[in-house]
Structures are given as C-alpha cells and as structure tokens.
C-alpha cells in the first residue's frame, strides 16, 4: 500500500470523518475503498465497451427488408 495526501473542502471532510466512524473505519481507508470501487466499474465497463465492439454485425432480417419505424416503436401498448 502507498501513503497519499489530499486536500478536501472542510465539510467534504467532516462527511468523510462521519462515514468513517459510522462504518468502524478510517477516513484513509474509506477513501481508499471508494477509489477502488470506481476505478474497478471504470475497468469493468472498459472491458465491456470492447466486448461489444469487438462482435460481429448481425442482420436484423433474414429476408433482407427491414422493419419499419413504426414495428420498432411500436407505443400502441403504452397509450
């Protein structure tokens, strides 16, 4: 682990000291986890935007016509 100084607002601060104290921990140690967890959906949605790219085109009709406007959005059911 690596030790870090940051600089908050003072009452970006005293949340931070009451949500340690609320979960039985350090602010240093708070701010670490939420730092993970953000750079952790960074990575997961990294992974996941080159997954979908990295697919192959589909064709939406077999038959080579595609569906109109108004079958894709169909509102009928929601009015």
């Known amino acids: 682990m690596r030790n870090m100084t940051i600089t908050?607002?003072?009452?970006?601060?005293?949340?931070a000291r009451i949500?340690?104290?609320?979960?039985?921990?350090?602010v240093s140690r708070l701010v670490g986890r939420?730092?993970?967890?953000?750079?952790l959906k960074e990575q997961n949605y990294e992974k996941a935007m080159i997954n979908y790219f990295l697919?192959?085109?589909?064709?939406?009709?077999?038959?080579?016509?595609?569906?109109g406007r108004d079958s894709l959005h169909d509102r009928k059911n929601l009015r």
Do not use: C, F, H, N
Not at 34 to 39: A, D, I
Not at 55 to 67: A, E, H
């Open 34 to 39: 939420m730092l993970k967890e953000q750079m």
């Open 55 to 67: 697919r192959k085109p589909q064709r939406i009709s077999k038959s080579g016509k595609y569906p």
């Open 19 to 26: 949500r340690a104290a609320m979960e039985s921990t350090s």
């Open 8 to 15: 908050l607002e003072s009452d970006v601060a005293r949340w």
